[in-house]
């Protein structure tokens, strides 16, 4: 199972950009997929996740401001982020909790890079 994140970029404050990841592999079914950042010196946090049946939580410093939502057909995961500071800069990694024909496994996708600066 392999997971590809994209969409990253230098946004200015008040903008936004929308990240995407997609899950492959011998996939039979997608649990819980998520949103993580880790900014420079930080640990790594929970940004938002979104349950298979499509309920989706976020962190204080997301909610009004980012929009989770997947297409369990495509096996995506995307993040719609606007209004982003520049304590938004941070390393974006998508997460997922997935039944392949290996047994049930937590993978990671390998970050992209939002920076948020004027």
């Known amino acids: 199972v392999q997971l590809q994140a994209s969409g990253g970029g230098l946004v200015q404050p008040g903008g936004s950009l929308r990240l995407s990841c997609a899950a492959s592999?011998?996939?039979?079914?997608?649990?819980?997929m998520a949103w993580y950042r880790q900014a420079p010196g930080k640990q790594r946090e929970l940004v938002a996740f979104?349950?298979?049946?499509?309920?989706?939580n976020y962190a204080d410093s997301a909610k009004g401001r980012f929009t989770i939502s997947r297409d369990n057909a495509k096996k995506q995961v995307y993040l719609q982020m606007t209004s982003l500071k520049p304590e938004d800069t941070a390393t974006y990694y998508c997460?997922?909790?997935?039944?392949?024909?290996?047994?049930?496994?937590?993978?990671w996708g390998q970050g992209t890079q939002v920076t948020v600066s004027s």
């Open positions: 979104i349950t298979s049946g499509g309920s989706a």
């Open positions: 592999g011998s996939i039979l079914s997608i649990n819980t």
């Open positions: 997460n997922a909790h997935v039944l392949s024909l290996r047994g049930l496994g937590d993978y």
